[in-house]
C-alpha cells in the first residue's frame, strides 16, 4: 500500500502569523501520527517562511519511530548543515530557487551540469544513512539518469497532472506520462515517490494508475481539509483512500 508522509509546513505558515506558537508543529506532527500518517514531511526554506531550521531540530526526537522526510535545494540555505545533525530517513532534494513560492518543477538531469552537481550531494547524504529521493518530472529519460547519478528514490511532481485532473482536460496524456515514468523507476530499481496538489480527489485515480507508488508526501490539501474535518479526520480519510488503491 502507498505510505502517506503528512507535510505540516502550512501548519508553520499560520503559526508565523503571530509570535504565539499557534498552531504548534510539533502538535500537529503527534498529531497527524498518532492518526496513522507513516511519516511527516518539512520543507526548510532559507527565508524560513514557514518550517523554520529551529523547528526541524525540534521534530527530530519526536519523528524518530517514524519516517522523517526533510525536502530542499542542497545549494541553497542551511540545508546541508542540517543534515549530519539530523539523519532523516529521507532527503528530497529539489531544485526550488531561494525566492520560489512553491515547487514548481523537479530536477532538469538532461543538463550535466545538475548532475555533475547532485553526485557528491547523494554520496554526501547517503554516507550519512539518508535514503535520498530527487524531486523530477515524468520524462523517462529523466528517470533514468536519477538512477545512473545514484539516487536512491524519485519524487514524481504531480501538479500537471492535478491541473489536467482539475480541468478535465488532457487528463489521459498526463495520467499515460506518469504511469511510463513510474513503471521506468520500478524497472530501472528506484523507489517511487509523488507530490505536489494531490488531493481528496485525485489521489485515488493517481495511485490507481500509476503503480508501485511507495509514498505520496501531501501538505496544502491535507490541511486545507482538516480546516474542515479536524487534522486527525483528515490523515484518515487520505489513508482510507490508499488502503483502497494497493496493487
Not at 543534515?83 to 538531469?109: E, N
Amino acid at each position: 500500500m502507498t505510505r502517506l508522509s503528512v507535510n505540516i509546513n502550512k501548519v508553520a505558515v499560520v503559526r508565523n502569523t503571530r509570535n504565539l506558537d499557534i498552531p504548534n508543529v510539533l502538535w500537529a506532527a503527534q498529531t497527524a501520527i498518532e492518526a496513522g500518517a507513516y511519516g511527516i514531511t518539512v520543507h526548510p526554506r532559507p527565508d524560513e517562511r514557514h518550517i523554520r531550521y529551529s523547528d526541524v531540530y525540534e521534530l527530530k526526537e519526536l519523528v524518530r519511530n517514524v519516517e522523517f522526510n526533510i525536502e530542499g535545494n542542497p545549494f541553497e540555505g542551511r540545508y546541508m548543515e542540517l543534515m549530519p545533525d539530523i539523519r532523516p530517513t529521507q532527503a528530497t532534494l529539489v531544485p526550488d530557487t531561494i525566492g520560489a513560492s512553491t515547487s514548481d518543477h523537479g530536477w532538469d538531469l538532461l543538463n550535466k551540469e545538475n548532475q555533475r552537481k547532485l553526485i557528491p550531494v547523494i554520496k554526501e547524504l547517503q554516507a550519512l544513512g539518508i535514503r535520498v529521493s530527487l524531486f523530477v518530472d515524468p520524462v523517462c529519460d529523466v528517470v533514468e539518469i536519477a538512477k545512473k547519478i545514484g539516487a536512491d528514490r524519485i519524487e514524481l511532481y504531480t501538479e500537471p497532472f492535478a491541473s489536467a485532473f482539475a480541468r478535465k482536460e488532457g487528463l489521459q496524456q498526463q495520467i499515460e506520462k506518469y504511469s511510463a515514468a513510474g513503471k521506468k523507476a520500478v524497472d530501472v530499481g528506484l523507489g517511487l515517490n509523488a507530490g505536489h496538489d494531490l488531493n481528496l480527489e485525485n489521489l485515488g485515480f493517481f495511485c490507481k494508475n500509476v503503480k508501485s507508488v511507495d509514498e505520496v508526501s501531501i501538505g496544502h490539501a491535507l490541511i486545507a481539509d482538516a480546516l474542515k474535518m479536524g487534522l486527525q479526520n483528515a490523515v484518515k480519510e487520505y489513508l482510507k483512500i490508499l488502503a483502497h488503491t494497493g496493487d
